[in-house]
């Protein structure tokens, strides 16, 4: 399984913060490095993208 630059990012992102409730926009800012306001757009398509890699197939 391949993870692109920020999808691999959100995970890192995540996994240094167990058990801490983190807004779409500090993962936005803290992977992406810039404000934008099509912040949440790209944090719900990489997180997708990201379950689809690593969830099984029910």
């Known amino acids: ?3 692109s630059r920020y ?3 959100v995970l890192v992102f995540l996994a240094q913060r167990p ?3 983190c807004s779409k ?3 936005f800012e803290n ?3 810039e404000d934008s ?3 949440l757009v790209a ?3 990489t997180i997708s993208r990201i ?5 099984s197939d029910k």
Request: no cysteine; proline share 0%.
């Open 1 to 3: 399984m391949k993870l």
């Open 7 to 9: 999808e691999y990012g």
């Open 19 to 21: 058990g801490w409730l």
């Open 25 to 27: 926009e500090q993962i």
């Open 31 to 33: 992977v992406w490095h």
């Open 37 to 39: 306001e099509s912040s």
């Open 43 to 45: 944090i719900a398509n």
């Open 51 to 55: 379950r689809q890699k690593i969830e």
